[in-house]
């Protein structure tokens, strides 16, 4: 379960202050940096299917906008509340900054159930959300994707909602106001993948640097929606062994395997792991302590606390969520000797192949799933290997402090050249 008694908002502050330290970032630009640009908060009506109608609210949070239009998810979820709005966004520009890609950061979201409303209901929910938003998004300007809760279809709602309401000479170029769209309507070849197919590019990174062989590796995964079971997927057919899956109805193990693939058919028709057959039913506190290599939060924030960090019997955490790990767990972990692959690199491949499939629209055209992957796995590449060079070139033990220094140092010298206006 989350600790809903920790500021998300206070943690990313926290790891942000941490790596502007380390590169000596002027007071100045951590001011302007330690807060988003925008907060906008919208409410608005929708129309249920017995008659009534409900009043929903929504956000859309722009942290920073210096090295491109912001970018970022849409999340559908009963906790949505500014606090965590405001945390996603600013992660989403420590990402671009760090993959070196031309987009800012921005988070939005509708605290609500979408498992609780009926098809036609979300449609009119994700439609009057977009019109709500107006001006404030855009092609060029602010640009989502889906997050937890949202998907494609609800990208394409969007997009179909905002292409009608410009000129209609515009229509047809308008389709890069959001990513994460079905392949039909512009999506990317890769898209869906892209989140996981990332976090396993960063650890076949890590696993070269540190001499570990990812096939025959065990690895326990909490949360097995689109990420966690792309991760899992992808790692299965590198070899490794996934021995412990979580989620929200509950936990399962089996030290000689679960398949995946089976698994992750499962839940797509039973939206669980629970009564999955072919593993074996723990307690959801007892996923904690099943023994593997590697432990892939890829859930909510603030899974893993003081009051579970202890039970922890892995080689190195992997962060395919955002803030999955609490500042006292961390600091826990790092006295145990226990690594943490950082969120804003791990699961940056979302944002990364965002990029691309942007860059698809806008030039009309579209790559194969080979030339995606390819780039992908580039530009990730190339942000580790930039992470280990200013840990070596500083002293950082933390990868997370590291990874920041990359992010804020790019963002220092752009703001340097460009100044502040007026």
């Not at 057919?237 to 698994?263: K, P, Q, S």
């Not at 899974?303 to 006292?328: F, H, K, S, Y």
């Not at 220092?412 to 206006?421: D, H, K, L, S, T």
Request: with cysteine.
């Amino acid at each position: 379960m989350t600790d809903t008694g920790t500021s998300l908002f206070a943690t990313a502050l926290d790891q942000f202050n941490r790596g502007a330290e380390i590169i000596g970032l002027p007071d100045d630009l951590r001011s302007i940096l330690s807060q988003p640009k925008n907060e906008i908060i919208v409410n608005f009506p929708v129309l249920m299917n017995n008659g009534t109608y409900r009043v929903f609210r929504g956000y859309r949070i722009q942290h920073s906008n210096l090295l491109g239009p912001y970018k970022g998810g849409v999340r559908f979820h009963p906790m949505v509340d500014l606090d965590e709005v405001k945390a996603l966004a600013s992660w989403m520009t420590w990402k671009s900054a760090l993959c070196d890609i031309p987009f800012g950061g921005a988070k939005g979201g509708i605290s609500f159930d979408p498992t609780a409303l009926e098809a036609d209901e979300l449609e009119r929910v994700v439609r009057r959300f977009t019109h709500a938003l107006g001006t404030n998004i855009g092609p060029d300007h602010d640009i989502p994707a889906p997050d937890l809760g949202s998907n494609a279809q609800s990208m394409v709602w969007m997009m179909d909602t905002y292409a009608n309401s410009t000129g209609a000479t515009e229509r047809q170029s308008v389709k890069r106001i959001v990513t994460g769209k079905t392949l039909e309507t512009g999506g990317s070849p890769g898209r869906e993948k892209a989140t996981g197919q990332g976090v396993v590019f960063c650890l076949q990174h890590w696993a070269d640097e540190v001499g570990f062989d990812l096939s025959g590796a065990t690895v326990s995964i909490q949360g097995f929606g689109n990420v966690g079971s792309a991760t899992g997927k992808i790692l299965q057919v590198h070899g490794a062994r996934l021995v412990a899956v979580a989620d929200h109805a509950g936990a399962i193990t089996d030290e000689d395997g679960i398949d995946a693939f089976e698994l992750a058919d499962w839940v797509r028709e039973h939206g669980s792991v629970a009564g999955f057959p072919k593993a074996m039913w723990i307690d959801e506190e007892d996923f904690w302590s099943v023994p593997a290599d590697l432990l892939v939060p890829a859930a909510l924030e603030n899974q893993i606390t003081a009051a579970n960090v202890g039970r922890i019997q892995a080689r190195v955490v992997v962060e395919a969520a955002n803030g999955p790990t609490t500042l006292e767990a961390e600091k826990i972990l790092e006295q145990r000797g226990i690594e943490v692959l950082p969120d804003i690199l791990v699961n940056a491949g979302g944002v990364v192949v965002s990029y691309f499939e942007w860059l698809q629209n806008r030039s009309a055209q579209r790559w194969d799933l080979e030339d995606v992957d390819f780039k992908l796995r580039e530009i990730l590449w190339k942000a580790c290997d930039q992470v280990v060079d200013i840990r070596s070139e500083l002293g950082i033990a933390s990868r997370r402090d590291a990874a920041y220094g990359v992010a804020l140092r790019r963002l220092q010298v752009v703001y340097q050249q460009r100044g502040i206006f007026p």
